[in-house]
């Protein structure tokens, strides 16, 4: 059985992802961590920040593989350095907490809203 973690698997893509994961739960045992919680997976979410690097070390221990989702995507995010503590910043905390805990393989999503930015 493969271990999956899931890093910001709450939102849209990651809720999709983790309904076809969970069908196959003879193959893949998932986890989300997530700074929200998941409503639809919230029984397989742990709330974790990507920034926190003690944090990840932990929660990525004994996995297969990450698939990370987690990043600041509006473009409005104030202040502006969470968008790059959050996006750069997290996917270094990732990589060095899959390097501690031996996992070789992760997929990463990158996306931003295409609709533009809705003030209202």
């Given at each position: 059985m493969m271990k999956i973690a899931m890093i910001g698997a709450s939102g849209f893509i990651g809720t999709r992802i983790l309904e076809l994961l969970c069908k196959e739960s003879a193959k893949y045992d998932c986890k989300n961590i997530d700074l929200a919680p998941s409503l639809s997976f919230n029984n397989i979410t742990t709330i974790g920040d990507v920034r926190n690097q003690h944090q990840m070390d932990s929660e990525l221990h004994g996995f297969d593989l990450v698939v990370l989702l987690a990043a600041q995507h509006r473009d409005d995010v104030t202040p502006t350095q969470l968008y790059y503590d959050t996006n750069i910043g997290?996917?270094?905390?990732?990589?060095?907490?899959?390097?501690?805990?031996?996992?070789?393989?992760?997929?990463?999503?990158?996306?931003?809203?295409?609709?533009?930015l809705?003030?209202?």
């Open positions: 997290g996917m270094e905390v990732t990589l060095n907490a899959m390097e501690k805990n031996g996992i070789k393989r992760i997929i990463f999503f990158s996306s931003v809203a295409i609709y533009g809705n003030k209202d």
